[in-house]
């Protein structure tokens, strides 16, 4: 590698350098953003299922237990700040919260991350949808719910009773969030 580096003059090293970490971005975000099968279900959940049983900490570091949300219309969308599907999403997501609320519908962002780095995110992008901080914890959720790959982001539609009833491995389609929504009674 040290003769390669001598080869070339600084300013394409610097290339070089750019090039390679842009085609591993992309192989890896390749390899991280499959979406399931059309034909995949979601994951089998009794009536008040894996959902109602967390608590996860908000962005002010207040727990929250997703019980309060029983009765609902819930989103939950598994996301990270690091993640750039995740950050491209959360504006439509912020829409539909404001545009659905007086539908029983509730959009909560699943971070896994610190409290404070979420705070940080919501004040930076200025959003006003519910977001939590789960950290290691909103991962094991995830999983429960579904994302057996560990795909962020990961979007999951639960029924008022706790039954899930749509999962979306990776980004959201333009306009499948309102598609859900409006399919159910």
Excluded at 62 to 85: E, I, R, Y
Aim: include cysteine.
């Amino acid at each position: 590698m040290p003769e390669f580096r001598a080869r070339l003059p600084p300013g394409r090293r610097s290339f070089a350098a750019v090039a390679g970490a842009v085609l591993l971005s992309v192989a890896l975000a390749a390899c991280t953003r499959q979406a399931p099968p059309p034909d995949e279900k979601p994951p089998a959940a009794s009536a008040g299922g894996p959902v109602y049983g967390h608590s996860l900490s908000d962005a002010d570091g207040k727990p929250q237990a997703l019980s309060q949300w029983k009765g609902k219309l819930l989103v939950l969308n598994f996301w990270a700040t690091w993640c750039a599907p995740c950050v491209a999403e959360m504006p439509d997501l912020d829409n539909a919260q404001q545009e659905f609320a007086a539908r029983n519908v509730v959009i909560v962002g699943v971070g896994t991350e610190a409290p404070a780095r979420v705070r940080e995110f919501r004040e930076q992008h200025k959003l006003h949808l519910r977001l939590l901080a789960g950290g290691y914890d909103a991962l094991v959720l995830a999983r429960e719910l579904g994302d057996s790959q560990g795909v962020l982001p990961y979007t999951v539609l639960v029924s008022a009773d706790g039954t899930v009833l749509q999962t979306q491995t990776g980004p959201l389609q333009p306009g499948q969030l309102r598609s859900w929504l409006a399919s159910v009674p």
